[in-house]
């Protein structure tokens, strides 16, 4: 690969690598404020990006 379809892809994979840095922060945030709470919010997002990554059926029949 080219340093250009490098840069294409990075590009392309931004808008998920936000997600995924603003929902760690968020779990970060909830493990400093208790540790129950941390994990209850990291199995939460780990579902949402599990859906997010899940591939999607086409509803044209």
Known sequence: MT?????QLA??????LLVVLGLLS???AA???AIAL???ILGLALILV???LSPKQDKSE
């Not at 340093?3 to 840069?7: D, R």
């Not at 590009?11 to 998920?16: G, V």
């Open 38 to 40: 941390g994990w209850l």
């Open 50 to 52: 599990g859906y997010i």
């Open 11 to 16: 590009w392309a994979l931004t808008p998920f």
């Open 3 to 7: 340093i250009k379809q490098y840069l």
């Open 26 to 28: 968020i779990v970060i």
């Open 31 to 33: 493990f400093l404020v």
